[in-house]
């Protein structure tokens, strides 16, 4: 087996995790799989602890956690400048699970942890941001998606507004503030180097088909093909976007006469005035922000 480090998250999945963490570790053990782990104790800290570990040579990182986690995780392996050494594992906890309903990896720990004892590996892309964040610009890796706009709005209003709510109550809370207070954007909105101006509530950049804790944003998402799943939600009304997110959930909101879908490379987004981003449903700051693909840059066990 290979040198094993696990990074468990406990407070993901509004601290299920911390629940779940003693289960899993005891059914790994039993199972014959030699690992060290560690726990991860602010935000942030899962980045430290995969540069860590990249570098002291572990093979195989298991992210114990959700999306966030798996998100960490990823940017620490990219900035060891080993990744393409280390083999991610996953055991999935979190609350939305959108990224391993893609790439097929089961939403049951056990399950998940099975998987780690019989690997069979995918090489995936991932998604590239740069932003601005307090007037200096920042960089970031994202594995499943990205956003600007209408759902960036909603994971800070639910992060930094409602979060001591529990994670249903705390959506719920950011959703109705921002139906409440978001106004519809101008934006430059460059793809593969050709422009176009348009008014739009969100424009979500996508690796992975979910987003949003299982809202099929991206239906014929590949994190393989080595491009990124444009979906442009333009000037709808609040009635109209408050009708329409079941849609979403279901995959069909793209006969909406106001949503466009295109797949690109590079893309570069600048607002009137700037707008909230968000990645993998972590607030990272505010636009102009370009997004790019990694592909092939990651090694996934599934």
Known sequence: MPYTRLIVNPAAGAGKTA???PQIMSFLKSAGLRFEHDLTEAPGHAIELAKSAARKGYELVVSVGGDGTINEIVNGLHDSGSIADVTLGIVGTGTGG????????PRHHEASCQRLLN?????????????????QMARRLFVNFAGLGFDAEIVRATTQKYKVLGSVASYLMGLLSTLMLYRNQEVSLELDGKTENRKVCAVMMSNGKYGGGSMLVAPHADPRDGLLDVLIIDDLSKPDLLWSLPRIYRGTHLTHPKVTLKKAKKIYIQPRQP?????DGEFL?????RFSVLPAALNIIV
């Open 19 to 21: 629940k779940k963490w």
């Open 98 to 105: 959108d990224y391993i309903r893609t790439i097929g990896i």
């Open 119 to 135: 690997p069979k590996k995918l090489t995936v892309d991932l998604g590239v941001v740069e932003y601005a964040n307090n007037g």
């Open 275 to 279: 707008l909230f981003l968000q990645a």
């Open 285 to 289: 700051g505010e636009s102009p922000a």
